[in-house]
């Protein structure tokens, strides 16, 4: 996407999905070229890498934004300047020698038409990761499409339920999780004083990083042996100073009242580290979560899950996690105490996340991708829960 780098640093979930996909994809045998945006930091080096560019509006003189603001409405795209950032990706598709027999377009439901124009070979897969909508005539876009595939059955029914694309044409493909990075600690089923309570996440309220800090000061005033720490950052990249942020402000209250330790953004490179030195992860959305890469990678570190009941979380959690409704407060902190002060119900819930995550493999996710793309049909596959 225009706002995402293929990078550990300033990359998102998406980004990582391309990573695991490039790297299990080439481990099959195929030839996977990345075309992305790329900042001043490391790209990922899975996947032959193709620059291409998205211009900013800031970037553009006043007739250039204007020429980019008519396209854009005429053609009813998604992103702003997204005529660069679309001819950018079209030109770096034709020159590529050989033709690529796949392309995969993630969480973009407009560019399926101009690939096929250039590509009438090319079968198209659109991977959706979001509830996420468009101006575009999404009837070109399905026509074009030759399969949708959805990182949970969550967000294959909402894509389904918004734009009307038919059920036959979508594949779901669950996140997975890379057991080689993440992975318990020695002698995690252990008993540690203090328990250590985790929510690594972006700084949003839909994230609910404040739930946690509530739950976690409850029992810090119970006088119970539990921490908190609290990774993440405004976005992915960008240093951008958190106290200019109303909520960040409102959470940094509520972090001082747990004695939570606050890390900012954590680079990919260094989460498996830091999540395996706790032993409860909290995933407290708000919002319709699409699935929750957190919460497979917590699980593979041997943590016990606290979750809300919202979008392909509990299709994430499977029956390893705790699930409460979203914004209980109460529901959290009494799962967060029975988890603290029962050590052997914390081992359960620490075996049941070892044994869910190992089931989950990028592995299997990249078997229903190829799958898919050599199937003449997409059909109704779905990955294993």
Same mark, same amino acid.
């Given at each position: 996407?225009?706002?995402?780098?293929?990078?550990?640093?300033?990359?998102?979930?998406? #980004?990582?999905?391309?990573?695991?996909?490039?790297?299990?994809?080439?481990?099959?045998?195929?030839?996977?070229?990345?075309?992305?945006? +790329?900042?001043?930091?490391?790209?990922?080096?899975?996947?032959?890498?193709?620059?291409?560019?998205?211009?900013?509006?800031?970037?553009?003189?006043?007739?250039? $934004?204007?020429?980019?603001?008519?396209?854009?409405?005429?053609?009813?795209?998604?992103?702003?300047?997204?005529? @660069?950032?679309? $001819?950018?990706?079209?030109?770096?598709?034709?020159?590529?020698?050989?033709?690529?027999?796949?392309?995969?377009?993630?969480?973009?439901?407009?560019? !399926?038409? @101009?690939?096929?124009? /250039?590509?009438?070979?090319?079968?198209? &897969?659109? %991977?959706?990761?979001?509830? %996420?909508?468009?101006?575009?005539?999404?009837?070109?876009?399905?026509?074009?499409?030759?399969?949708?595939?959805?990182?949970?059955?969550?967000?294959?029914?909402? =894509? /389904?339920?918004?734009?009307? &694309?038919?059920?036959?044409?979508?594949?779901?493909?669950?996140?997975?999780?890379?057991?080689?990075?993440?992975?318990?600690?020695?002698?995690?089923?252990?008993?540690?004083?203090?328990?250590?309570?985790?929510? &690594?996440?972006? /700084?949003?309220?839909?994230?609910?990083?404040?739930?946690?800090?509530?739950?976690?000061?409850?029992?810090?005033?119970?006088?119970?042996?539990?921490?908190?720490?609290?990774?993440?950052? +405004? %976005?992915?990249?960008?240093?951008?100073?958190?106290?200019?942020?109303?909520?960040?402000?409102?959470?940094?209250?509520?972090?001082?009242? #747990?004695?939570?330790? @606050?890390?900012?953004?954590?680079?990919?490179?260094?989460?498996?580290?830091?999540?395996?030195?706790?032993?409860?992860?909290?995933? +407290?959305? $708000?919002?319709?979560?699409?699935?929750?890469?957190?919460? +497979?990678?917590?699980?593979?570190?041997?943590?016990?899950?606290?979750?809300?009941?919202?979008?392909?979380?509990?299709?994430?959690?499977?029956?390893?996690?705790?699930?409460?409704?979203?914004?209980?407060?109460?529901?959290?902190?009494?799962?967060?105490?029975?988890?603290?002060?029962?050590?052997?119900?914390?081992?359960?819930?620490?075996?049941? !996340?070892?044994? $869910?995550?190992?089931?989950?493999? %990028? =592995?299997?996710?990249?078997?229903?991708?190829?799958?898919?793309?050599? #199937?003449?049909?997409?059909?109704?596959?779905?990955?294993?829960?």
């Amino acid at each position: 996407m225009p706002i995402e780098f293929y990078s550990p640093v300033s990359g998102g979930a998406i #980004a990582t999905v391309i990573m695991q996909m490039a790297r299990e994809l080439g481990g099959f045998g195929h030839e996977v070229t990345v075309l992305t945006t +790329l900042d001043s930091n490391r790209p990922y080096p899975e996947g032959k890498i193709v620059r291409i560019e998205h211009r900013k509006g800031s970037e553009l003189n006043a007739a250039q $934004r204007f020429m980019s603001r008519v396209r854009g409405k005429l053609e009813r795209f998604d992103w702003p300047c997204f005529d @660069y950032y679309l $001819r950018s990706f079209l030109r770096a598709l034709r020159d590529l020698k050989p033709a690529p027999d796949v392309v995969v377009l993630f969480n973009d439901l407009v560019s !399926s038409e @101009y690939v096929k124009g /250039i590509l009438p070979g090319a079968k198209v &897969i659109v %991977w959706q990761h979001n509830e %996420w909508g468009t101006r575009h005539d999404i009837r070109r876009t399905i026509a074009a499409t030759d399969v949708f595939v959805a990182n949970s059955g969550y967000i294959r029914d909402w =894509t /389904i339920s918004k734009h009307g &694309i038919p059920e036959s044409k979508f594949v779901v493909a669950h996140n997975g999780v890379d057991p080689e990075a993440f992975h318990p600690r020695e002698n995690y089923l252990e008993r540690q004083d203090p328990v250590r309570v985790l929510f &690594i996440g972006r /700084i949003d309220p839909n994230k609910g990083p404040d739930i946690a800090a509530d739950a976690v000061a409850a029992l810090v005033r119970e006088g119970l042996p539990v921490t908190l720490t609290v990774a993440g950052g +405004l %976005w992915f990249y960008g240093d951008v100073d958190p106290m200019t942020d109303p909520f960040f402000r409102k959470l940094k209250v509520k972090m001082d009242a #747990a004695n939570a330790n @606050y890390l900012g953004h954590v680079d990919r490179h260094a989460a498996p580290e830091l999540v395996r030195a706790h032993d409860v992860v909290c995933v +407290l959305s $708000r919002s319709n979560e699409p699935f929750g890469l957190v919460v +497979l990678e917590g699980m593979a570190s041997g943590c016990a899950v606290i979750a809300s009941k919202r979008g392909g979380l509990p299709e994430a959690c499977g029956e390893a996690a705790i699930l409460v409704d979203e914004g209980d407060l109460p529901a959290v902190i009494g799962a967060l105490r029975s988890l603290v002060t029962d050590r052997r119900l914390l081992q359960v819930h620490k075996e049941l !996340s070892v044994a $869910r995550a190992g089931r989950q493999t %990028w =592995t299997e996710c990249a078997r229903i991708i190829e799958g898919a793309v050599l #199937a003449p049909g997409a059909g109704m596959v779905e990955s294993a829960a």
